[in-house]
Every structure is written in C-alpha cells, then in structure tokens.
C-alpha cells in the first residue's frame, strides 16, 4: 500500500527510537479528468500526501492507481480533518459508494454524494471536523 509508506514519511519530525510519535493528516480527494473527450472522468482517493499523490496519478511518479494510467488529472475537491487512516478510508468508500446512485454526470454525481455525506458525517458518530481545503469547481 503507497499510502502507508506515504504516512511514515509525512510526520512532524517527532520520534521515539526512530518511531514516529506523531500521526500524519489524512485527506481525500477528488480527481477530474482534464481531456474533454473523456466526458469529465473521475476518480475519489485518500493519502497522506496530496500533492504527490496526484504526480504519482498523472504519471510523473510510479505508483498511480491503474484507473487513471494514461490521462491527465486535476484535483478538484480536497477534504481533511480526519481522526487518521481508517477514517480517510471510510470516508472515501461511503464516498464512492453514495455516488453510483445519484444524478447527473460522473462529476455531479460525485458533488452531489459529497454534499450528502459532509452533512451526515458527524451523526454517524464521528467526531472529526472536516474541511473541504479546496474545491476549484
């Protein structure tokens, strides 16, 4: 999993016997394909490190996911505030998972599952306040 090796690096510098004493921020993120001609692809991830997380994707580093080998990507939505790992991923399923369902374009339907899942997030019984960092829409 590059996400965890990712996480390992991507603390404060605090450290015990060369163990991190710190735990990384975890965010996901929306992908929008930049190719007209690709009806507006999208792709839902979490990591630790966004920015080179989304060079690994537009194949400038190894390591993208195999969905979006060969294409161009721009990071539309950037979420963060998560309690850690198993929060990220949580909420990046619900994420992929709200918007097969809903209306519209692959994008639409992502915006719409978000909306839905932001307001919804704290009364499933987490406590994290997420943020969305960035949204270019």
């Not at 997030?121 to 994290?128: E, L, N, P, R, V």
């Amino acid at each position: 999993m590059q996400d965890a090796e990712e996480a390992a690096e991507d603390t404060s510098g605090n450290t015990v016997g060369g163990i991190s004493t710190s735990s990384p921020n975890w965010y996901c993120y929306l992908l929008v394909n930049t190719s007209a001609s690709q009806n507006r692809r999208t792709y839902i991830g979490a990591t630790v490190n966004p920015d080179r997380r989304l060079r690994q994707h537009n194949g400038d580093l190894v390591g993208g996911a195999r969905a979006t080998h060969g294409k161009k990507w721009r990071r539309a939505v950037l979420i963060g505030g998560f309690g850690g790992e198993r929060e990220a991923l949580r909420f990046e399923w619900w994420w992929k998972r709200l918007s097969r369902g809903a209306p519209g374009s692959p994008l639409e339907a992502r915006m719409h599952a978000l909306s839905g899942l932001m307001a919804d997030w704290s009364q499933q019984g987490y406590t994290s306040q997420l943020v969305v960092l960035e949204n270019s829409i």
